[in-house]
């Protein structure tokens, strides 16, 4: 298992003792912890394909949150194609959990609720999902190329 | 100062919301917005959408994108310069929490 993989494992860990306890403490970790899974999910599948394993981790760590939020033009504007629907809904969830972690980390004002953690987690399932049924695709290589700061 | 075309169109926004929160009745109770920089300082349009108790425990990973999906549809984020976030609650927790800007 990956670190991706560990770190939505316990994300899910932290999500249930958090509902359960009512604990604000757990239920931000939980959420922050949610949107790193998601982020190494990438950078993983983007270090991987990198021939020279002693240069994986210093690859990794080129990856910029801010940079990583990035969009997709549709090639049809208002007809998005089966394909170009899972990557808009993988895009939506990191923006999203990517904001969520933010405040979760950040805004003390944000009193969380259940329904925030429960939904933080089915973000970051749907993502998981949703980009490794589309990985090998040509424009989700693409996609992740953008996410690493290559322009188009 | 540059401000979003989101800011002048909120009577577009306000009818968009209500064809939503129409064709996904009763599930989703009303749906608010903020529109405001997000953490990137990038101009954002922050949804505040309250479901029922029933939707929001058994049913979010159906109802959740249901509502995301509509808003899209209605909505030209790119067109409204703003790029859109989705917050859920429960009726319950609202009653719980009371704060102003859900209600």
Not at chain 1, 42 to 54: G, L, N, Q, R, T
Not at chain 1, 120 to 143: P, Y
Not at chain 2, 56 to 79: I, Y
Request: glycine residues 6%.
């Amino acid at each position: 298992m990956g670190l991706a993989d560990e770190l939505l494992e316990d994300a899910h860990g932290l999500a249930e003792k958090g509902i359960a306890d009512n604990r604000q403490s757990l239920m931000r970790r939980a959420i922050s912890t949610a949107y790193y899974a998601m982020f190494h999910l990438f950078v993983e599948d983007f270090i991987e394909h990198w021939e020279f394993e002693d240069q994986r981790a210093r690859l990794g760590r080129m990856f910029n949150h801010a940079e990583m939020r990035t969009g997709y033009k549709t090639k049809e504007k208002n007809n998005p194609t089966p394909l170009e629907n899972e990557l808009i809904d993988v895009i939506t969830g990191f923006a999203q959990l990517q904001n969520d972690r933010q405040r979760a980390d950040y805004d003390l004002g944000w009193g969380l609720v259940e329904t925030d953690v429960r939904d933080s987690m089915r973000l970051a399932e749907n993502v998981f999902v949703k980009w490794r049924s589309i990985r090998d695709e040509h424009i989700a290589r693409h996609h992740l190329l953008s996410m690493f700061g290559a322009s188009r | 100062m540059f401000t979003p075309p989101a800011v002048s169109k909120q009577e577009e926004i306000d009818a968009a919301i209500e064809n939503v929160v129409c064709a996904l009745g009763p599930d989703v109770v009303r749906i608010r917005y903020e529109i405001a920089e997000d953490w990137s300082r990038q101009w954002a349009i922050f949804f505040r959408i309250v479901l029922t108790d029933d939707a929001a425990r058994r049913r979010l990973r159906e109802v959740a994108p249901k509502v995301v999906w509509g808003l899209a549809q209605e909505l030209d984020f790119p067109g409204l310069g703003v790029y859109p976030y989705h917050n859920f609650r429960s009726v319950s927790e609202q009653a719980m929490l009371q704060e102003p800007a859900w209600a």
